[in-house]
């Protein structure tokens, strides 16, 4: 069983930064491709933002977030990080960390990934 806790987020200003962290519990870190999801206010499902692969050699983003948001990740801490610079209003929300063990059927879609932590606020004021 594999538990993912998030934490970093927080109450920032428009333009300004933030690192999200996301620890995995267990031995089966390298095994693990991760998402990041957000729930933004006003919308139904989570919205897919960053995927990086097992070995962290490759990662993808969706457009909005492409060359503010980097998406990263130390297998010795049994980390993956997010980190959102350049923030604005529309990225609030709660960002959720999410894992499959091995590769994500389809990086996007909530249902590839069998584990997800508990989700950390941040807000972006303008």
């Known amino acids: 069983q594999v538990q993912l806790v998030e934490s970093g987020g927080g109450l920032v200003q428009a333009g300004g930064s933030l690192r999200l962290s996301c620890v995995a519990s267990g031995d089966t870190f390298q095994t693990l491709s991760v998402s990041w999801f957000r729930q933004v206010p006003g919308k139904e499902r989570g919205e897919w933002v960053a995927?990086?692969?097992?070995?962290?050699?490759?990662?993808f983003y969706t457009d909005p977030v492409k060359g503010r948001f980097t998406i990263s990740r130390d297998n010795s801490k049994s980390t993956v990080y997010l980190q959102m610079n350049g923030l604005k209003p529309e990225d609030t929300g709660v960002y959720y960390c999410?894992?499959?063990?091995?590769?994500?059927?389809?990086?996007?879609?909530?249902?590839?990934?069998?584990?997800w932590g508990q989700g950390t606020q941040v807000t972006v004021s303008s």
């Open positions: 995927h990086i692969t097992r070995s962290g050699s490759k990662s």
């Open positions: 999410a894992a499959s063990v091995g590769p994500a059927p389809v990086l996007q879609t909530r249902q590839s990934y069998s584990y």
